[in-house]
């Protein structure tokens, strides 16, 4: 399903005790496969409890850039994701960046 030239990466946060993630997975995690020719977002998964949520955060990142972090990514999610893990799917963000960068770093 995956060509030779993508990675997967996970980000993860903390979301708030009153959240249904927190009762169900502990923790949020956003998976990301990446083409690394590209620096571009070919798939998402989040551990959403709602299957609609999980397609709403795909549709924020499907398709970006992932070659560094971009602020208008954080912003956008700020502008139109108004659940309770907002500040969650941010931080995962930004750690599935700096994972990302690693790998780079690393292997290409």
Known sequence: ?????????VGH?????DN?????FKLFFI???????LDEVVDVKSTATIDI??????????????????KEIEDEVKRRYFGTSQRAII?????????YTEVKQRYY
Do not use: C, H
Request: net charge positive; no cysteine; proline share 0%.
């Open 91 to 99: 931080v995962a963000y930004k750690d599935a960046v700096k994972k």
């Open 20 to 24: 249904a993630i927190t009762e169900q």
């Open 13 to 17: 946060a903390k979301t708030s005790n």
């Open 31 to 37: 998976s990301f496969v990446i083409d690394t020719d």
């Open 53 to 70: 949520t999980s397609e709403f955060i795909k549709s924020m990142f499907l398709g970006q850039k992932f070659d560094r972090y971009y």
């Open 1 to 9: 399903m995956y060509k030779k030239n993508t990675v997967y990466v």
